[in-house]
């Protein structure tokens, strides 16, 4: 073999060696913007789950009040509960937030509520009402062992 063959073959390999230095180095580098990413939507998602926890925690606190009724904090503890991909429906206490809702699901909220007549608005308050009374006791009951319930 040649010294210009040598020579060739040396600088061919110096050139195959920094070509893959560049590649381990550009990957290195998304490796690590990946990790960073990853870290960032896991920290987003903890934030999210305990923003809803504390949700579920001040409609407890109030409902009952003039400013909160048990068939609006049912419907959004349950649909708060969801987000948490939490199913309690089977718990003994809490799972009467999952009946109220199930009960109480087909009547128009927001616009829905609002576009509707008067007759229709007031036969859903009556449903709402006779919901509410047949499930009063277990509602507050449900709302201390939620609030005693380890949510993470």
């Known amino acids: 073999m040649s010294t210009t063959s040598v020579i060739l073959a040396i600088i061919f390999g110096v050139l195959v060696i920094a070509a893959l230095a560049w590649v381990i180095s550009r990957q290195l580098k998304l490796?690590?913007?990946?990790?960073?990413e990853m870290k960032e939507a896991e920290k987003n998602i903890l934030e999210g789950r305990k923003k809803r926890i504390e949700s579920i925690h001040v409609l407890l606190k109030v409902v009952g009040s003039e400013d909160l009724g048990?068939?609006?904090?049912?419907?959004?503890?349950?649909t708060?509960?969801?987000?948490?991909?939490?199913?309690?429906?089977?718990?003994?206490?809490?799972?009467?937030?999952y009946k109220v809702y199930a009960e109480t699901e087909h009547i128009p909220t927001h616009e829905g509520w609002n576009d509707l007549p008067k007759d229709a608005r007031r036969k859903f308050r009556m449903e709402m009402m006779k919901c509410e009374a047949r499930y009063q006791d277990d509602l507050e009951q449900a709302k201390v062992a939620l609030l005693e319930y380890p949510l993470k």
């Open 31 to 36: 490796d690590n913007k990946r990790k960073v």
């Open 70 to 78: 048990w068939m609006e904090a049912s419907i959004r503890v349950k």
């Open 80 to 97: 708060l509960l969801d987000q948490l991909s939490l199913d309690l429906s089977e718990h003994e206490t809490i799972g009467v937030f």
